[in-house]
């Protein structure tokens, strides 16, 4: 919610000055051209990606629930203060969005560290399929900010969404504990059965050092980077820019605007939830590798979205078309979760909020950088014949990331991990020789 408000949020908050449509009252508007407006969306990614590898290692030393609590506090005062910032200037509300960012940059990466301490290996997919709830948000912030904007005004989608997460990060501070050994609240059979069901080094706050060159050597590491930058270009374009695209282009209302931009994301959320589900049937089953499970998801998502956009570069100016292409390939996109973010915990349990951390770097920056080519291509005219280049590019992209998965995807833990895990679990055994 706090990421996307501003996306459909800035379509009332500037003038059109190449738009003969009639602009209503939703709250005072600002100058800002293309270049300006793409830089209040984009530097968001620069705060978010300061804190991606950061975020993924204090979770694994520290623990997710003071590191996740601490970053969505801030960013619910950030987003309340929201338009205080516009009205002081475009600067300064460049840097809150980039703020914005470094505190919500520790979100994502500080979730595979909790599957480790929580959730069983074979129900992982699963587990990592919620992370795509952030779908949920979208699908509820775009059509209900739709309508408080046509009846309170474009502020009002600041106040409302930044009083919700400061609402849900007291109750977090409350509910969240980092391992099933902490919390007060848990039946002593369901601890028994997760340690049963969960290696303890992954119940460990202790992590022995990152082997770096190892792991920025590794193939299957740089599958997960790659998958996540190639991912993560699609996801942007339609995250920051679908709202104006449907307003510029297709001249849709603001509350047709708000509906069917959030449509994908719903699918998103859904599409994530069944593959992720069938993703751990067909590992407790060992009908297939996790390698060829993971391989499978992966390369269907870039072939699917890649098809898909080569329809939107040639029909794209058809609301109908357009509409569809957006649900499908979002939709689509549940299957990056079966495959890329449930990866970092195949490959390396130890590491995998770093490694989803290191990831998303490049997936962080690749959002600017989608913000930068939108504005280049649509600078001086906001027009299909504009867009379909930024289409065709993603195409590409599309295609380079399915030939990639292929070749280096892997399911299996990796040797530097698994020397990591033992050498933890011998200083586990020294540490209780000792006390007894």
Known sequence: MLRVNISIAIVEMVFRNNSNVTQEDHGPRYDWDEEEKNDILGYFFWGYVITQIPGGRLSEKLGAKIVVGTGLLSASILTLLTPVAAHMGYLWLVVARFCLGVSLGIHWPSTPPIATKWIAPADTATFMSH????????????????????????????????SIALTWSLCWFYLIYDSPEEHPRISTTEKEKLRLEIKPVNTSLKKPPIPWMKMLTSGNVWSVIMGNTCAGCTFFVAFNQLPTYMSHVLHFNIKANGLFSSLPYLVRYFVSL?????????????????????????????VGAGCLFTAQAFWGYSGIVSVVVFIVSLGLMGFVTAGVYTNP?????????????????????????????????TKEKQGFEQWASVFWMLVGVNAFAAVFSFIFTSGEEQSWSVSADVKEMEKLESQDTVEK
Do not use: H
């Open 131 to 162: 992370m795509t709830a952030s779908s949920l948000g979208v699908t509820v912030t775009l059509p209900v900010c739709g309508y408080l904007i046509a009846y309170w005004g474009w502020a009002s989608v600041f106040y409302v969404t930044g």
């Open 345 to 377: 915990v195949d490959i390396s349990p130890a590491f995998s909020g770093t490694i989803l951390g290191v990831s998303q770097v490049p997936g962080a920056l690749i959002g600017y950088v989608t913000t930068e080519v939108v504005a280049f291509f």
């Open 274 to 302: 069944v593959s992720c589900i069938t993703a751990d049937k067909l590992k407790k089953n060992d009908k297939f590798s996790t390698t060829t499970i993971r391989k499978f998801f992966n390369v269907s998502f870039f």
